[in-house]
């Protein structure tokens, strides 16, 4: 048995998809608001509860074999990026579970002391490493799904908005192939115990992402190139109401500021490693615009 957490968000929906394909037994953590009829149809124990509530967390870890931590956080880092997870980990100790799956975030080691988020996973990531526990540290760079939106808002407009400096690298990685390599991390001896950053085949300059968005509908972006600072005073007037929005915004900044993407070598290892070859953003966006 699988257990789930964050299983309607973009990755974790996609992890219970494939366990189910593969006809695994998954438990699905999910919030009552949520929108999880779809892994009930593909026959998923769905397991309602809060992330914030100790007795949730351990309900849903007795029985499991697996744990696939993929749930994150908009504004609380502290109670779910990081006790929430430090609670999984106690309770996949407890119960005896076999291996530990963490979706961390490439560059939680950096040091970033204006996001939240960022000191949540690295901590986290220490916790889990000193835990005793088998354990797959995943550290994904900018995920392929977030992108939809935006692609589809281009399609209409043909605007994008690029805010900060349109040269810095990424590496996106398709949201499908990060979902397959959560799944194979349980069973593959390349990943036991490893900490992985996980990107897409190819080092993209940000104001790449719109140009690709130009060929795959014949159409030239117009690049809207807004200047970091508009994200400073916005942080700054936000934070004198809401100081959770305040520290959000801190995570989103230091994301816009920083270059997030895979080397060659560490995208040759993560393919050597689960044995497929990697999707390039390209081809992922024309697979879900059926273009």
Same mark, same amino acid.
């Given at each position: ?19 189910? +394909?593969? @006809?695994?037994? =998954? ?30 967390? +351990? ?5 499991? *074999?697996?744990? #696939? ?6 504004? &609380? ?7 929430? !997870?430090?609670?999984? #980990? ?28 960022? *000191? ?13 526990? !088998? ?8 995920? %392929? ?21 349109? *040269? !810095?690298?990424?590496?996106?990685? /398709?949201?499908? &192939? ?5 799944? &194979? /991390? ?11 950053? =996980? ?8 104001? &790449? #992402?719109?140009? #690709? ?50 080397? *060659?070598? @560490? ?9 497929? +070859? ?11 615009? %059926? =273009?």
């Amino acid at each position: 048995m699988f257990l789930v957490t964050g299983a309607t968000g973009g990755i974790g929906r996609r992890v219970v998809r494939l366990l189910r +394909q593969r @006809e695994q037994s =998954v438990r699905a953590f999910v919030r009552l608001t949520s929108r999880y009829s779809e892994l009930e149809h593909r026959g998923a124990e769905i397991f309602i509860g809060d992330l914030l509530h100790e007795k949730d967390i +351990q309900k849903a870890t007795q029985g499991v *074999k697996y744990i #696939i931590s993929a749930h994150g956080s908009d504004s &609380d880092a502290l109670s779910l990026d990081y006790r929430a !997870n430090i609670e999984l #980990i106690d309770q996949a100790k407890a119960n005896g579970v076999e291996h530990f799956v963490f979706i961390s975030v490439l560059g939680a080691d950096r040091g970033y002391e204006d996001a939240p988020v960022f *000191k949540a996973k690295r901590a986290v990531e220490r916790y889990l490493e000193a835990s005793g526990l !088998n354990y797959t540290i995943l550290r994904p760079s900018g995920l %392929a799904s977030n992108l939809l939106p935006l692609v589809e808002r281009f399609r209409e407009t043909g605007l994008y908005l690029l805010i900060g400096d349109r *040269k !810095n690298r990424t590496s996106i990685v /398709s949201t499908d &192939d990060l979902a397959r390599i959560v799944v &194979d /991390s349980v069973t593959v001896a390349g990943a036991l115990n490893q900490i992985l950053p =996980v990107g897409g085949p190819e080092i993209l300059l940000r104001e &790449d #992402i719109p140009r #690709i968005f130009g060929r795959i509908f014949v159409k030239e972006p117009v690049i809207i190139n807004s200047p970091l600072f508009l994200i400073d005073g916005l942080q700054g007037a936000l934070g004198l109401f809401n100081p959770q929005i305040q520290k959000a915004l801190g995570t989103y900044r230091t994301l816009l500021a920083n270059e997030f993407f895979c080397t *060659k070598d @560490e995208i040759a290892n993560l393919e050597a490693i689960f044995n497929f +070859q990697l999707e390039t953003l390209d081809n992922f966006l024309r697979r879900y615009l %059926a =273009v």
